[in-house]
């Protein structure tokens, strides 16, 4: 089993489209993005992993 990283694909390319930088994603990739946008994405990420975490507590 390789390495993967924490986030899919799919979950960036979500949390991009709501944080509103998707089209520089589209346009420029990753590396393309503002590294406020890319701490702003793993600020939502965690956000995300402990909401799922408290619904599967309760």
Do not use: P
Request: proline residues 0%; charged residues 35%.
């Amino acid at each position: 089993m390789g390495r993967r990283g924490i986030m899919s694909t799919q979950m960036k390319e979500e949390i991009a489209k709501e944080l509103g930088f998707y089209d520089t994603v589209q346009q420029e990739g990753w590396g393309g993005i503002k590294a406020r946008d890319a701490g702003n994405m793993v600020k939502r990420a965690i956000e995300m992993a402990e909401e799922s975490m408290r619904k599967s507590e309760s």
